[in-house]
Protein backbone atom coordinates (compact mmCIF):
# COMPACT_ATOMS: atom_id res chain seq x y z
CA UNK A 1 0.00 0.00 0.00
CA UNK A 2 1.40 3.10 -1.00
CA UNK A 3 2.27 5.79 1.87
CA UNK A 4 0.76 8.37 3.07
CA UNK A 5 2.45 11.81 2.30
CA UNK A 6 2.31 15.01 4.26
CA UNK A 7 0.49 18.41 2.44
CA UNK A 8 3.52 19.65 1.11
CA UNK A 9 4.29 16.58 -0.49
CA UNK A 10 1.50 16.09 -2.03
CA UNK A 11 1.51 19.95 -3.52
CA UNK A 12 5.13 18.93 -5.00
CA UNK A 13 4.50 15.36 -6.38
CA UNK A 14 1.06 16.55 -7.80
CA UNK A 15 2.91 19.82 -9.98
CA UNK A 16 5.61 17.62 -10.66
CA UNK A 17 2.98 15.00 -12.71
CA UNK A 18 1.57 17.96 -14.19
CA UNK A 19 4.93 18.74 -15.85
CA UNK A 20 5.68 15.29 -16.57
CA UNK A 21 2.32 14.52 -17.79
CA UNK A 22 2.75 17.85 -20.32
CA UNK A 23 6.20 16.41 -22.05
CA UNK A 24 4.99 12.43 -21.83
CA UNK A 25 1.71 13.12 -23.46
CA UNK A 26 3.54 15.14 -26.05
CA UNK A 27 5.89 12.75 -26.88
CA UNK A 28 3.34 9.55 -26.79
CA UNK A 29 -0.63 10.75 -27.37
CA UNK A 30 -2.78 9.35 -24.29
CA UNK A 31 -3.49 5.62 -25.49
CA UNK A 32 0.26 4.89 -25.36
CA UNK A 33 1.50 6.62 -21.94
CA UNK A 34 1.74 4.65 -19.58
CA UNK A 35 1.33 5.67 -15.48
CA UNK A 36 4.65 3.41 -14.95
CA UNK A 37 6.88 5.93 -17.32
CA UNK A 38 5.27 8.97 -15.55
CA UNK A 39 5.64 7.48 -11.94
CA UNK A 40 9.16 6.90 -13.37
CA UNK A 41 9.67 10.52 -13.94
CA UNK A 42 8.49 11.87 -10.55
CA UNK A 43 10.25 9.30 -8.49
CA UNK A 44 7.28 7.86 -7.15
CA UNK A 45 5.97 4.43 -6.90
CA UNK A 46 3.24 3.20 -9.69
CA UNK A 47 0.81 2.61 -7.06
CA UNK A 48 1.25 6.10 -5.52
CA UNK A 49 0.12 7.76 -8.86
CA UNK A 50 -3.61 6.88 -8.19
CA UNK A 51 -3.31 8.84 -4.64
CA UNK A 52 -3.58 11.99 -7.42
CA UNK A 53 -5.37 10.75 -10.07
CA UNK A 54 -7.65 8.16 -11.19
CA UNK A 55 -6.07 7.54 -14.28
CA UNK A 56 -3.90 8.54 -16.95
CA UNK A 57 -6.95 10.14 -19.31
CA UNK A 58 -7.88 12.38 -15.42
CA UNK A 59 -3.88 13.56 -15.58
CA UNK A 60 -4.04 14.48 -18.92
CA UNK A 61 -7.74 16.52 -18.51
CA UNK A 62 -5.59 18.13 -15.22
CA UNK A 63 -2.67 18.95 -17.61
CA UNK A 64 -5.23 20.45 -20.44
CA UNK A 65 -6.76 22.97 -17.75
CA UNK A 66 -3.25 24.07 -16.39
CA UNK A 67 -2.66 24.71 -19.99
CA UNK A 68 -5.46 26.24 -20.82
CA UNK A 69 -4.98 29.15 -18.52
CA UNK A 70 -1.27 29.85 -20.16
CA UNK A 71 -3.81 30.01 -23.62
CA UNK A 72 -5.97 32.50 -22.17
CA UNK A 73 -3.75 34.75 -20.86
CA UNK A 74 -1.94 34.55 -24.31
CA UNK A 75 -5.34 35.26 -26.30
CA UNK A 76 -6.09 38.30 -23.67
CA UNK A 77 -2.40 39.53 -24.45
CA UNK A 78 -3.46 38.97 -28.17
CA UNK A 79 -6.89 40.42 -28.16
CA UNK A 80 -4.90 43.99 -26.35
CA UNK A 81 -5.17 45.96 -29.23
CA UNK A 82 -7.90 48.31 -31.30
CA UNK A 83 -10.56 46.87 -33.61
CA UNK A 84 -12.53 48.60 -36.47
CA UNK A 85 -15.58 46.30 -36.38
CA UNK A 86 -16.89 43.61 -34.06
CA UNK A 87 -16.44 41.11 -37.36
CA UNK A 88 -12.62 41.74 -37.22
CA UNK A 89 -12.39 41.07 -33.37
CA UNK A 90 -14.30 37.81 -33.98
CA UNK A 91 -12.49 37.22 -36.59
CA UNK A 92 -8.89 37.16 -34.59
CA UNK A 93 -10.59 35.31 -31.69
CA UNK A 94 -11.40 32.54 -33.43
CA UNK A 95 -8.51 31.89 -35.62
CA UNK A 96 -6.28 32.21 -32.17
CA UNK A 97 -7.82 29.59 -30.96
CA UNK A 98 -7.71 27.19 -33.98
CA UNK A 99 -4.28 27.92 -34.48
CA UNK A 100 -3.49 26.82 -31.23
CA UNK A 101 -5.89 23.78 -31.74
CA UNK A 102 -3.65 22.55 -34.69
CA UNK A 103 -0.25 23.93 -33.69
CA UNK A 104 0.27 22.80 -29.69
CA UNK A 105 1.39 19.18 -29.51
CA UNK A 106 -0.89 18.75 -26.36
CA UNK A 107 -4.02 20.24 -28.10
CA UNK A 108 -3.24 18.24 -31.28
CA UNK A 109 -3.86 15.09 -29.60
CA UNK A 110 -7.58 16.36 -29.25
CA UNK A 111 -7.44 16.70 -33.18
CA UNK A 112 -7.28 13.01 -32.79
CA UNK A 113 -10.39 11.16 -32.75
CA UNK A 114 -8.53 7.48 -31.82
CA UNK A 115 -7.30 9.65 -29.05
CA UNK A 116 -10.04 12.25 -28.17
CA UNK A 117 -12.86 10.20 -27.90
CA UNK A 118 -11.65 7.66 -25.47
CA UNK A 119 -10.42 10.37 -23.53
CA UNK A 120 -13.84 11.91 -23.23
CA UNK A 121 -15.67 8.91 -22.49
CA UNK A 122 -13.08 8.53 -19.32
CA UNK A 123 -13.40 11.93 -17.94
CA UNK A 124 -16.65 12.36 -16.00
CA UNK A 125 -19.79 14.21 -17.39
CA UNK A 126 -19.91 16.55 -14.56
CA UNK A 127 -16.29 17.95 -15.18
CA UNK A 128 -16.27 18.24 -19.04
CA UNK A 129 -19.94 20.18 -18.24
CA UNK A 130 -18.09 22.52 -15.90
CA UNK A 131 -15.09 22.90 -17.82
CA UNK A 132 -17.74 23.88 -20.86
CA UNK A 133 -19.33 26.14 -18.90
CA UNK A 134 -16.27 27.83 -17.74
CA UNK A 135 -14.94 28.09 -21.08
CA UNK A 136 -18.49 29.81 -22.40
CA UNK A 137 -18.15 32.34 -19.68
CA UNK A 138 -14.76 33.34 -20.64
CA UNK A 139 -15.18 34.03 -24.36
CA UNK A 140 -18.75 35.31 -23.98
CA UNK A 141 -16.95 38.07 -21.08
CA UNK A 142 -14.04 38.48 -24.00
CA UNK A 143 -16.18 39.38 -26.24
CA UNK A 144 -18.31 41.57 -24.46
CA UNK A 145 -15.33 43.31 -23.36
CA UNK A 146 -13.51 43.41 -26.64
CA UNK A 147 -16.93 45.05 -28.46
CA UNK A 148 -17.17 47.61 -25.53
CA UNK A 149 -13.38 48.46 -24.74
CA UNK A 150 -13.75 49.36 -29.29
CA UNK A 151 -16.67 51.43 -28.74
CA UNK A 152 -17.87 49.18 -31.90
CA UNK A 153 -21.27 49.76 -32.52
CA UNK A 154 -22.94 46.00 -33.00
CA UNK A 155 -26.42 44.26 -32.88
CA UNK A 156 -25.22 41.22 -30.84
CA UNK A 157 -27.98 39.84 -28.39
CA UNK A 158 -26.20 37.81 -25.27
CA UNK A 159 -27.58 34.79 -27.51
CA UNK A 160 -25.41 36.18 -29.94
CA UNK A 161 -22.45 36.16 -27.98
CA UNK A 162 -23.22 32.54 -26.30
CA UNK A 163 -23.23 31.47 -29.81
CA UNK A 164 -20.10 32.61 -31.77
CA UNK A 165 -18.07 31.43 -27.69
CA UNK A 166 -19.35 28.14 -28.49
CA UNK A 167 -18.40 28.20 -32.31
CA UNK A 168 -15.06 26.61 -31.67
CA UNK A 169 -15.93 24.01 -29.43
CA UNK A 170 -18.62 23.55 -32.75
CA UNK A 171 -16.17 23.47 -35.11
CA UNK A 172 -14.17 21.44 -32.88
CA UNK A 173 -16.65 18.48 -32.10
CA UNK A 174 -17.16 18.30 -35.89
CA UNK A 175 -13.78 16.95 -36.35
CA UNK A 176 -14.20 14.40 -34.41
CA UNK A 177 -16.10 12.04 -36.87
CA UNK A 178 -13.85 10.65 -39.71
CA UNK A 179 -16.63 8.70 -40.73
CA UNK A 180 -19.29 10.79 -41.27
CA UNK A 181 -16.68 13.74 -42.47
CA UNK A 182 -13.36 13.97 -44.73
CA UNK A 183 -11.10 15.22 -42.42
CA UNK A 184 -9.05 16.86 -45.57
CA UNK A 185 -12.09 18.85 -45.21
CA UNK A 186 -12.15 20.12 -42.05
CA UNK A 187 -9.65 22.93 -42.87
CA UNK A 188 -11.30 24.62 -44.66
CA UNK A 189 -14.65 23.83 -43.71
CA UNK A 190 -13.32 26.28 -40.33
CA UNK A 191 -11.63 29.07 -42.93
CA UNK A 192 -15.62 29.15 -44.58
CA UNK A 193 -16.97 28.95 -40.65
CA UNK A 194 -14.87 31.55 -39.87
CA UNK A 195 -15.48 34.04 -42.66
CA UNK A 196 -19.46 33.24 -42.44
CA UNK A 197 -19.42 33.78 -39.03
CA UNK A 198 -17.56 37.43 -39.33
CA UNK A 199 -19.18 38.35 -42.33
CA UNK A 200 -22.49 37.78 -40.51
CA UNK A 201 -21.57 39.60 -37.55
CA UNK A 202 -20.02 42.71 -39.79
CA UNK A 203 -24.03 42.85 -41.73
CA UNK A 204 -25.51 43.14 -37.79
CA UNK A 205 -22.72 45.60 -37.23
CA UNK A 206 -24.02 48.16 -40.82
CA UNK A 207 -27.04 47.49 -38.94
CA UNK A 208 -27.10 49.01 -35.66
CA UNK A 209 -24.53 52.29 -37.15
CA UNK A 210 -26.08 55.23 -37.33
CA UNK A 211 -27.43 56.32 -40.88
CA UNK A 212 -25.13 58.41 -42.96
CA UNK A 213 -26.39 62.40 -43.30
CA UNK A 214 -26.99 63.72 -46.75
CA UNK A 215 -24.30 66.73 -47.67
CA UNK A 216 -27.15 69.61 -49.09
CA UNK A 217 -25.97 71.21 -52.75
CA UNK A 218 -25.93 74.34 -52.78
Do not use: W
Request: aromatic share 6%.
Amino acid sequence: MPRPFSEGERERISGALLEAGRTHFARHGVRKANVEGLTREVGIAKGSFYLFFASKEALFFAVLLDLEQELRARLIERMQRSFGSAAELVEVLLRTQFESLETHPLLAILNNPDEAMPLLRAIPPERLRDARDDDQRFFAELITDGVAANGIACQLTPRDIDMLAALPRALYVMGLHPVLLDQALVPELRELFVTSVATAVAARGAASAPPSRKRRSG
